[in-house]
C-alpha cells in the first residue's frame, strides 16, 4: 500500500496551492483520510481530515482557508489552500486509516514567503 504526496512549492503569502494524496494498493474502501503538517522544531498536527461520508474536521487555524476533498472511487484526497500564510510553511503528509491502521505518504513541502 502506498500513499503519494504532489503539489507542494514555493508560494508568496496570501496565494494557493493544491495538494494531491492518491493511494495505491488499498483493496476496498479507505476510511479517513486526511493531510497533518509538521513545521521545524514543532510536532506533527491535524490540518484538515475526511470521512467517506464527507464530514470534514480542519484545525482552527486553516478554517475558512483550506479545503479538504476526497474521490473516492480513485482514493484521491484533494488539500485546496488559500490565502496562505508564512506560518503554513511545513512539511505536508497525507494519511490514509485503513482496516485499523493509518498509514502515511512522504511528505511534500509548502513554503510561504513573506
Known amino acids: 500500500v502506498q500513499l503519494q504526496a504532489s503539489g507542494g512549492g514555493l508560494v508568496q503569502a496570501g496565494g494557493s496551492l493544491r495538494l494531491s494524496c492518491a493511494a495505491s494498493?488499498?483493496?476496498?474502501?479507505?476510511?479517513?483520510m486526511g493531510w497533518y503538517r509538521q513545521a521545524p522544531g514543532l510536532e506533527r498536527e491535524l490540518v484538515a481530515r475526511?470521512?467517506?461520508?464527507?464530514?470534514?474536521n480542519y484545525a482552527d487555524s486553516v478554517k475558512g482557508r483550506f479545503t479538504i476533498s476526497r474521490d473516492i472511487r480513485k482514493k484521491i484526497s484533494y488539500l485546496q489552500m488559500a490565502d496562505l500564510k508564512p506560518e503554513d510553511t511545513a512539511v505536508y503528509y497525507c494519511?490514509?486509516?485503513?482496516?485499523?491502521?493509518?498509514?502515511w505518504g512522504q511528505g511534500t513541502l509548502v513554503t510561504v514567503s513573506s
Open positions: 494498493g488499498f483493496i476496498g474502501s479507505v476510511n479517513y
Open positions: 494519511k490514509a486509516y485503513w482496516r485499523g491502521a493509518d498509514f
Open positions: 475526511m470521512a467517506p461520508s464527507g464530514e470534514a
